[in-house]
């Protein structure tokens, strides 16, 4: 089975902190995702990367960077934290190249909280 | 913008009945829809996945259907149990990038 692993369940921060959250997966999948999941508003894509040092912009990647340095890693970093970026955040995977059969696998999320 | 909606009310239905879900979607014509569940506090997980070209999947208990006219997908629990109470996503693919709806729980009572 694939594993999404990420780094931290919970996390407490101060506004204007840098935060960094890591994920890793072990199925050697091109593509990986970061999401965040508000009550409402569902999975919003922030960042996408279809290979090592490659990004794609996702739907609100305002306030937020990513980087891809290795396959298997894909960090979100906030540069400087804002107590509107409370949310829990979500990590996924997809092998890239099942066409019509791709889907996601999906870490357990880091549940952020910006003080 | 993508838009996709599920009915953001609970859905409480009682054991043995049947489930059905609704996701709704406008603005682009995507090649296949899928399904996910999510219990509280941790990912969505895949549950099944369904083409353009297809009008119903079936897995177990589950079954999809995709009305690519009506831009519509219905997701049925048929003999539903308690077990399967949590919220359920759908969920299309746009270039390799999968835009989600809001979810919808639903609670199956004993």
Same mark, same amino acid.
């Given at each position: ?14 506004? /204007? ?5 890591? +994920? ?6 091109? $593509? ?84 | ?21 609704? +996701? ?69 693919? $746009? ?7 809001? /979810?919808?729980?639903? $609670?199956?009572?004993?």
């Amino acid at each position: 089975d694939v594993k999404v692993t990420q780094s931290s369940r919970y996390l407490v921060k101060r506004t /204007g902190e840098k935060v960094f959250l890591e +994920c890793v997966q072990d199925m050697d999948h091109e $593509n990986m995702f970061w999401y965040r999941q508000d009550p409402g508003l569902g999975l919003r894509l922030i960042y996408f990367s279809y290979d090592v040092k490659m990004k794609e912009k996702g739907d609100i990647p305002e306030g937020y960077s990513v980087s891809r340095e290795k396959k298997e890693r894909f960090s979100l970093i906030l540069e400087s934290a804002s107590t509107n970026q409370t949310s829990m955040y979500l990590c996924a995977s997809s092998r890239g190249s099942d066409g019509a059969n791709e889907k996601l696998f999906f870490g357990s999320g880091t549940q952020l909280s910006v003080l | 913008s993508q838009k996709i909606e599920q009915n953001s009310e609970a859905l409480n239905i009682q054991e043995g009945k049947t489930a059905t879900l609704t +996701c709704n979607y406008t603005n682009y014509s995507p090649a296949y829809l899928q399904w996910y569940r999510q219990d509280p506090g941790r990912g969505p997980v895949f549950l099944l996945l369904i083409r353009e070209n297809e009008k119903e999947k079936r897995k177990e208990r589950l079954k999809v259907t995709f009305d690519t006219t009506l831009k519509q997908s219905l997701f049925h629990i048929t003999a539903s149990q308690p077990a399967d109470s949590a919220t359920y996503l759908c969920a299309l693919d $746009n270039f390799n990038k999968f835009y989600f709806g809001s /979810g919808t729980k639903l $609670n199956v009572k004993p």
